[in-house]
């Protein structure tokens, strides 16, 4: 199984995507490029690609960048059409975590093709929370760990559905703990906020984007935040790494290509993206959801991939763990 995992981590770091000489040409289609979402409109992936798309037409001479939703089979059907597109500079997939775990918890071939598809840029990333209505008990990691083992179980978590990063996040956090607790899964970021205010459960794990307005308010807060360190938007939330060394859990958006996209265009638009992610208005904006732009070359991006599938890879298969 670990050799199995090791070979197709490789295919996001193969030295053929990754490289980039510096006095290569930098390439541009004249036609209008597409950057393709799993996601509807309006969610935190949606903003983040419509973002990117206004800046690369107002950058690029000639540029014309179109957001396109592909919503269905948890982004596995934008990633499949992807995949499946011509790699000549005209489509882009903006995606996250979700497309490599739906492909692992769904047992789905299209996850293949996933792997074949070429990292261009890591443009943000923001961490998991755990989040709880004000009068809950646990203030704490640790005392959230010690009322999960004194109800043994009955303690009741929501997340957005079977298979999403929160589900697989807290399993994790279940292993390296010991806890047992009743993960609730709903249809969605929303319905999953919405349950953890109706009372419906006890906690909910989500991102920051969500119930944003609810923690500004004080009618949730957040215990812990799953990134290595703190979020810079809400520098009084600890880590679960703080209490719980080496537990963490980052939620990504990125920029991926149809394999045997030209390297020169996979080199411009991950120059473009950079400088982008750099500016002070985008870093607003960015932050302004949760998240912190991140960017740097191609294999940075390819790394964070290899990292992720051999992690989740492991959490599916060792739980067993399939789409409902």
Not at 133 to 150: C, G, H, K, S
Not at 262 to 268: F, G, H, K, S, T
């Amino acid at each position: 199984m670990v050799q199995r995992i090791g070979r197709r981590a490789a295919l996001f770091s193969t030295p053929a995507l990754l490289a980039a000489p510096a006095a290569r040409a930098q390439a541009w289609p004249s036609r209008p490029a597409r950057i393709v979402v799993g996601f509807a409109a309006g969610g935190a992936n949606d903003i983040m690609a419509r973002l990117l798309a206004q800046k690369l037409s107002e950058r690029i001479h000639g540029g014309n960048f179109i957001v396109e939703n592909r919503p269905g089979g948890s982004t596995l059907v934008a990633a499949d059409h992807v995949a499946r597109s011509a790699p000549d500079g005209t489509t882009f997939f903006y995606t996250s975590p979700s497309t490599l775990i739906s492909g692992l918890v769904n047992r789905s071939p299209v996850v293949e093709q996933v792997q074949s598809l070429a990292p261009v840029v890591l443009a943000q990333s923001s961490p998991l929370a755990l989040v709880c209505r004000p009068d809950f008990p646990a203030r704490t990691v640790a005392d959230f760990i010690a009322l999960a083992r004194e109800r043994q179980g009955r303690l009741t978590v929501s997340h957005p559905g079977t298979g999403a990063i929160n589900h697989l996040a807290m399993v994790l956090l279940m292993r390296q703990t010991g806890i047992e607790v009743t993960l609730v899964p709903y249809t969605g970021n929303q319905p999953s906020i919405t349950a953890l205010i109706r009372g419906d459960v006890d906690v909910a794990h989500d991102g920051l984007f969500t119930p944003r307005a609810q923690l500004e308010a004080g009618t949730l807060r957040a215990i812990a935040v799953t990134s290595a360190e703190r979020a810079p938007a809400y520098p009084n939330v600890p880590t679960f790494g703080e209490t719980l060394p080496g537990y963490a859990v980052g939620f990504w958006g990125g920029m991926l290509a149809p394999r045997g996209t030209p390297d020169p265009i996979l080199d411009r638009m991950n120059q473009e993206l950079d400088a982008i992610l750099k500016q002070p208005d985008v870093i607003e904006r960015v932050r302004g959801f949760g998240a912190e732009p991140v960017g740097g070359g191609r294999d940075r991006f390819a790394q964070t991939l290899a990292e992720d599938w051999a992690k989740w890879t492991q959490v599916v298969r060792e739980n067993n763990i399939r789409a409902e």
